[in-house]
């Protein structure tokens, strides 16, 4: 189905799970030789590589902890002895940790701050000087960050500084035929969101949307191949909230 030899090459973090293996395979369904990053999950991410392949993409499973520099030039290194210079990058990896503030401790901050902000940083730092012209970069914030609800603010911040950076980036990659938009979602139904609540507090999150449900991974992936494809060509410098109109 795809033309391996000639595919644009892109790069999604955390792609072992949840929304970030539905954009992986949404992505080699378009045409894109995949790079599927992840730190622990080493197992799914193989596993996604081998049923991307067996459709007839081109697929690599690369562990890098994105909040480390040295493992983030290795992830770009892989990619392009692979499969080639880096087209699109996603930048899906992160975490969430929910407490009120005064009970954040110094650790669970870092961690935060680290995998959330420094590892979005990192990979834009690289993609800075070894992303082809024509590229797309998709940053990942959220759509908690407009609605202030209690225990999110440590979660808030890291995303309100990706914004920051997906605004600004745009505009220092002028020239470079590059565009930096962020995605943020809403609710959507991994282990990310799911983990920790009870069914009563998902109901109650699934029926703030106008669209009575949770958003689910294609939902958000569908999203940023228009983003990475031909159409979300002249979409540069915005966050598009992606939430069934929760906020
Ligand atoms: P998820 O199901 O928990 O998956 C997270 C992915 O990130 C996994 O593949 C994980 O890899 C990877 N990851 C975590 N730390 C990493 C690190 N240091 N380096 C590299 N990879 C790392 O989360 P998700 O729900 O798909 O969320 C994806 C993105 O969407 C996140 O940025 C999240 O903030 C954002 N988001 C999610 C929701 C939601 O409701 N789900 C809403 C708004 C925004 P391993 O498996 O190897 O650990």
């Known amino acids: 189905m795809n033309n391996v030899k000639n595919a644009q090459v892109a790069i999604v973090t955390g792609a072992s799970r949840g929304i970030g293996a ?23 991410a193989e596993a996604l590589v081998a049923g991307l392949k067996s459709e007839g993409a081109a697929a690599i499973a690369v562990r890098a902890d994105v909040s480390n520099a040295d493992d983030v030039r290795r992830l770009f290194d892989a990619a392009e002895q692979q499969l080639g210079k880096v087209d ?29 902000v420094r590892g979005t940083f990192n990979t834009l730092r690289e993609a800075a000087t070894r992303m082809n012209s024509g590229g797309r970069i998709v940053n990942f914030s959220s759509t908690t960050l407009v609605l202030n609800m209690p225990g999110y603010a440590i979660y808030n911040a890291t995303k309100a500084a990706v914004e920051s950076f997906t605004h600004v980036f745009a505009k220092e990659l002028r ?7 962020a995605v943020a979602p ?10 920790g609540k009870t069914d009563e507090q998902v109901q109650n999150f699934a029926k703030m949307a106008p669209l009575q449900r949770l ?24 966050v598009l909230r992606a939430n069934g109109g929760v906020a």
């Open 22 to 44: 539905a954009i992986a395979r949404r992505l080699a369904s378009d045409g894109f030789a995949v790079v599927v990053n992840y730190t622990a999950s080493a197992q799914e």
């Open 88 to 116: 699109v990058l996603v930048n899906n990896a992160g975490i969430l940790k929910t407490a009120p503030l005064a009970d954040i401790s110094d650790a669970l901050y870092a961690q935060s701050f680290d995998i959330n």
């Open 175 to 181: 020239g470079r035929n590059i565009t930096v938009n």
């Open 186 to 195: 809403g609710p959507v139904a991994t282990s990310l969101f799911l983990d």
């Open 215 to 238: 958003g689910q991974p294609d939902d958000i992936a569908s999203v940023v191949a228009f983003l990475a494809g031909p159409d979300g060509a002249w979409i540069n410098g915005q």
